[in-house]
């Protein structure tokens, strides 16, 4: 098949960015869902797709794929409509507040396979593609990384009950990159400074991995900064492969080459990241999605064990 047929679900900046990407894709909005009426008509402009306010009123019919970028608090009724439908979809990480709140879709998807992705887009990297193909074969030891960022600043960002927190909707980027470049994690423990004016809020955490191959790892979190300070480095017995910034393009100290960095940058990851979902729904490979709902789902459930670990101070396995 060919892409043309697409809905938003979520009106949000990343739904706005999957719109965007998708339309320099040759991709065309069909449909745009958002609780908000006055913000899915912003998104569709003049494009002449149809404007709802809830999944059951989108024409399923209609769509070749559906991109899911509603608040985490609110996944779940879309992709199961979607499956449903055996419309292929996308979904914005982190995939729900908790691993539990998407068994059912997870239940679903084993009786109707659908493609799907979701939304974890530094696996898609140039960098993180070549830190993976020369750690082929060599022994690591462990990672270690940092996110220090400012805040996310949309409302629901600070209300866990809505995004999980900042560990589950920020820090889960390196904690997925970790699974991803060392191996499955089984075990986290973690220390954490709350919000003062709401104790609920987890504003930095340091967090302790152990990986099922013994390894170990490190990640520093925080969102109460003013800039933004990323990195993660991954160790060999003889070397360390460090990458830094929001766009990880540092490489072994040298920046890659020019046209692989700007094909990595903010405003095109995220096309690079959909061109690659398009293509495994035109030739139904799933294969060459690199992030998809069973996979991240292993990702949410650490993230889990880390909030559990939070909670209870104490070492946590990783749910299975």
Partial sequence: ??????????????GRA??????????????????????????????????????????WSRLDVAFV?????????????AIEHGVPFMVEKPIALSARQLKPVMSALATRPVVNAV?????????????????????????????ISSRYEVPWWFRPEESGGPINEQATHFVDLARYLVG??????????????????????????????????????????????INFEVFTKDRGLRLE???????????LDPEAASADD????FEKETATFFKAVDTDRRDLVLSDL??????QRVVDAIREALRVGERVEVGV
């Fill in 184 to 229: 499955d994690i089984t075990h986290v423990q973690a220390l954490a400074h709350v919000a003062v004016a709401n104790p609920g809020l987890i504003e930095s955490a340091s967090i302790g991995l152990q990986f099922e191959g013994g390894q170990l790892g490190s990640l520093l979190y925080s969102s109460q900064a003013d800039a933004h300070m």
């Fill in 245 to 255: 910034g929001w766009d990880l393009q540092w490489l072994d100290g040298h920046i």
């Fill in 69 to 81: 970028c509603t608040p985490p608090s609110e996944r779940g009724p879309a992709e199961l409509l």
């Fill in 294 to 299: 069973r996979d991240a789902w292993a990702s």
């Fill in 266 to 269: 903010r405003d095109t990851i």
């Fill in 18 to 59: 999957r719109a965007e990407a998708s339309a320099r894709l040759g991709a065309t909005l069909v449909a745009v869902c958002d609780v908000s009426l006055q913000a899915a008509e912003a998104l569709a402009g003049p494009s002449g797709a149809a404007c709802v306010q809830n999944v059951e009123a989108l024409d």
């Fill in 1 to 14: 098949m060919s892409i043309r047929r697409i809905a938003i679900i979520g009106a949000g900046r990343m």
């Fill in 119 to 147: 939304g974890y887009m530094n696996r898609y990297r140039a960098s993180i593609q070549a830190i993976k193909e020369s750690l082929v074969g060599q022994p690591v030891l462990g990672c270690a990384a940092h996110w």
